[in-house]
C-alpha cells in the first residue's frame, strides 16, 4: 500500500528538516488538509496545552419543526468552563418558545431577521426586530421569546457558564405541562377544561406563523419601557480601524445591560494579524464566522501549541495565555472575542515592552536593534506586514 501512487500526493507529517515520518493511514486526509499546523506543529510548539478547538460541525443537531439547534459546552470543550455557545437557526415563524435560564443569554444575528420579546421582573415588556449584526441580552431570570421574520434566521447564543446547555432550559409548555390543572385553574381564573389541549412536554422550537409588524404586535404596557435596552447595533457602531483590520468592541460601556458578557467583533484583513497579547481579566471564546486562521497559545513553563481555524469552529484561551491570532488565508477572517466580564481587557505584547525602559527589554529579550526602533507606544490590536503573504505548508 506504501507505493500506490496516491499515497505521494497527500500530506504527512514531516519537517522541512527531516522529522517526522509518513502516516500512511488509516487516517482522515480532509482533516488533515484542513489543520497543517496541528498535522505538522511548528518547531516552537511544546508541551502538553490541552485542545483548545471545536467545530459546531461536529457537535449534535437537534432538528425541530421550526428549526434547529446545536452547541458547545463543557462537554465538548472541557476546557471552556466559562462560556458555552449554542448556535440556532429559526424557519419564517419558527418560534424558540417563550423561556428563562438560570444563565444570561448574549447573543449575534449571523443571517436573516427575528422578533425578540421580554418582560424584565418590574413587568416592563420590551418587543424588538434584530437584523445581522445585531446583540442582544437578557439576564439571568428574565423570560423572553425569539422568532424568525419572513426571511429566518440563524443566530449564536452565548451563556455565561461553561457546563449551560440551551435543551435543559425553563419554558412556559413544560411548566404548564408538570403543573396541576386544578392549580392552572385556580391561577389564571379559568375553568380546568382551558388546559385540555395544552402540550405535554416542552416545545423548545415550533413552528409558528411570521407574526405581522412590529406596530401591530405592540403591546402597551402600564409600567413602561425597559430602563436599558436588550439590544445593541453592533455593526452600526464605528469600529477601530488598524492597519491589518477592524475592531468593535462591546462591554458595559456601550452596552450597559450586558453585565456578564463582553465582546469583541474582529477582521483581520489578508496579511493580518491579531497582534500578540494576552487577556487579564478573563478567559477568552472565541467564534470564526469566516475566512481560516491560525492561533498558538503559550501556556507558560514551556508550552505552547498552535491550531488551525475556520468558519463554524469554536477557540478557546485559558484566562491571561499569550496569543495571537494569523489570517492565513485570502480573505477577512470574521471572529467574535467572548468573555465573561463586564469590560473587555488585553495587554499588548509590543506595547508593554515599547512602556517599559529599553534597555531593560534590552537585557531581557537580547534582540536586534531593528526590534527596538519599531516599538509602539500605542496599542496596534490588528496588525498587518508590508509585502507579507501567507504560503500554505508544502508537503513532501
Known amino acids: 500500500m506504501n507505493d500506490f501512487p496516491w499515497n505521494r500526493r497527500i500530506p504527512q507529517p514531516i519537517r522541512e528538516d527531516g522529522a517526522g515520518w509518513q502516516d500512511v493511514g488509516p487516517r482522515d486526509v480532509m482533516r488533515d488538509l484542513q489543520n497543517p499546523d496541528m498535522f505538522i506543529p511548528p518547531v516552537t510548539d511544546a508541551g502538553t496545552v490541552p485542545n483548545l478547538k471545536f467545530s459546531f460541525s461536529d457537535t449534535y443537531m437537534q432538528l425541530n419543526h421550526g428549526g434547529w439547534s446545536r452547541e458547545i459546552t463543557i462537554r465538548q470543550l472541557p476546557v471552556a468552563t466559562t462560556l458555552a455557545g449554542v448556535n440556532m437557526a429559526l424557519t419564517p415563524g419558527g418560534v424558540r418558545e417563550l423561556h428563562w435560564h438560570q444563565q444570561a443569554e448574549w447573543s449575534i444575528m449571523l443571517a436573516g431577521r427575528a422578533r425578540i420579546t421580554a418582560v424584565d421582573q418590574n413587568g416592563r415588556n420590551f418587543i424588538a426586530d434584530v437584523g445581522v449584526g445585531d446583540l442582544w441580552y437578557f439576564p439571568p431570570g428574565i423570560p423572553h421569546s425569539i422568532q424568525g421574520l419572513e426571511e429566518g434566521c440563524e443566530f449564536l447564543l452565548v451563556f455565561d457558564d461553561g457546563s449551560f446547555s440551551d435543551l435543559n432550559t425553563l419554558s412556559i409548555s413544560d411548566w404548564l405541562a408538570h403543573t396541576p390543572k386544578d392549580v392552572l385553574s385556580a391561577n389564571f381564573g379559568v375553568p380546568e377544561s382551558t388546559f385540555d389541549s395544552i402540550p405535554q412536554e416542552q416545545l423548545y422550537i415550533f413552528q409558528g406563523s411570521v407574526p405581522g409588524s412590529i406596530e401591530s404586535q405592540q403591546v402597551p404596557d402600564p409600567y413602561g419601557e425597559v430602563p436599558l435596552s436588550f439590544s445593541h447595533r453592533l455593526l452600526a457602531q464605528p469600529p477601530a480601524v488598524f492597519p491589518g483590520g477592524t475592531v468593535r468592541i462591546v462591554d458595559t460601556t456601550n452596552f450597559p445591560i450586558s453585565r456578564t458578557v463582553a465582546a469583541a467583533l474582529v477582521e483581520i484583513k489578508p496579511g493580518g494579524m491579531r497582534e500578540l497579547h494576552w487577556h487579564p481579566n478573563a478567559d477568552e471564546w472565541q467564534y470564526y464566522i469566516s475566512g481560516t ?104
Not at 536586534?368 to 507606544?377: E, I, M, Q, T, V
Open 293 to 396: 486562521a491560525r492561533m498558538t497559545v503559550f501556556a507558560g513553563r514551556g508550552t505552547a501549541r498552535t491550531f488551525n481555524y475556520r468558519a463554524g469552529d469554536v477557540g478557546y484561551v485559558p484566562h491571561a495565555f499569550g496569543h495571537y491570532i494569523q489570517n492565513t488565508g485570502d480573505e477577512s477572517v470574521w471572529f467574535l472575542e467572548m468573555f465573561r466580564s463586564s469590560l473587555f481587557e488585553d495587554v499588548s505584547l509590543n506595547q508593554w515592552m515599547a512602556l517599559t525602559p529599553s534597555q531593560l527589554v534590552q537585557d531581557n529579550v537580547r534582540a536586534g536593534n531593528d526590534l527596538y526602533h519599531a516599538l509602539r507606544k500605542e496599542k496596534w490590536s490588528v496588525v498587518k506586514y508590508p509585502g507579507y503573504t501567507y504560503y500554505p505548508k508544502k508537503h513532501p
